[in-house]
């Protein structure tokens, strides 16, 4: 009964240290390096890790994810040739920054647009959201992207989606067009987009925050900032600087509530965990 107790109260603490651990803060990744910025106090920016996916003057990243079921952050990197590039799905552990490549997404000619594989975000039901272009125009289709490669259409809605975060609250998607028109949300039921919500764009990664509906952040490379972005997913889209992180050339932002404990809390867990085994009753010595 004595040990029963005691795994209740480790359980217990294991909730409470990985309830919301990082609901505080939003990821950061740049061609180098994964990082943390505090959403409260922006320039309090701490390193997680060399990630070491980009190993020539050719590559860079492109989006960032947090996949709330692995646990894992994703991204997509670009290696260009004078005549082709290749686009690679990598992962990123958000505990030490160290990325290793998932799956080569395919090697496509070099052309007016150079990309095919072009945002990331994460949904709880249907898993990585991809959007794609077919390299002719601007514009990019949303569909799902399976961790073999493969991808599943869910809609097209004739829009440039440059960065893209998906609301689990709404059910809505909200797209940045970083060449000029700004941002917009699709219902990814049917397709449908809404007018432009703000004519402002930044080329530095969207993520969705938490679980409340309309709240989302972006990073502005000019100025580099984090921004807040407040909208109803349907006619408009308030922007507020939240203060100058300093982190030169973000490739991606994402956020994610997960079950890892930050470090402070797995340590917190550990001394929990020992003080618990030397309380253990000891064997009763008969004199």
């Known amino acids: 009964m004595k040990i029963l107790s005691s795994f209740a109260f480790l359980i217990l603490i294991f909730s409470f240290c990985c309830g919301d651990c990082y609901s505080d803060f939003v990821y950061g990744v740049t061609n180098q390096e994964l ?15 060399q990630h070491g996916l980009i ?6 990243l492109r989006g960032l994810a947090f996949h709330g079921g692995l646990e894992l952050l ?18 990123i552990d958000p505990l030490t920054g160290i990325g290793e490549d998932v799956i ?8 007016a647009f150079d990309v095919r594989n072009e945002a990331l975000t994460f949904d709880q039901s249907r898993g990585l959201i991809v959007s794609q272009t077919d390299q002719s125009s601007s514009t990019s289709s949303l569909s799902i992207l399976g961790l073999d490669g493969t991808t599943s259409p869910i809609v097209d809605n004739g829009r440039d989606n440059d960065f893209i975060a998906f609301d689990q609250v709404s059910g809505r998607l909200l797209s940045m067009d970083d060449q000029g028109l700004g941002l917009f949300s699709t219902d990814l039921s049917d397709g449908t987009t809404s007018p432009t919500l703000n004519g402002t764009n930044f080329n530095g990664g969207l993520t969705a925050v938490s679980n409340d509906p309309g709240i989302f952040l972006t990073y502005d490379n000019s100025s580099q900032s984090l921004v807040e972005i407040e909208t109803d997913l349907s006619t408009f889209a308030n922007l507020r600087s939240l203060g100058v992180a300093g982190v030169d050339g973000m490739r991606g932002t994402a956020f994610g509530i997960s079950t890892i404990p930050e470090p402070s809390s797995a340590i917190f867990l550990a001394f929990s965990s020992i003080w618990i085994l030397v309380r253990k009753r000891r064997p009763t010595v008969r004199r």
């Open 55 to 60: 190993d020539t003057a050719n590559g860079r």
């Open 74 to 91: 994703f991204s997509i990197r670009a290696d260009f040739t004078s005549t082709t590039f290749e686009e690679t799905l990598v992962s």
């Open 35 to 49: 990082v943390r910025i505090e959403i409260d106090n922006p320039s309090n920016v701490s390193t997680i890790g």
């Open 104 to 111: 080569s997404l395919g090697v496509f000619p070099r052309g």
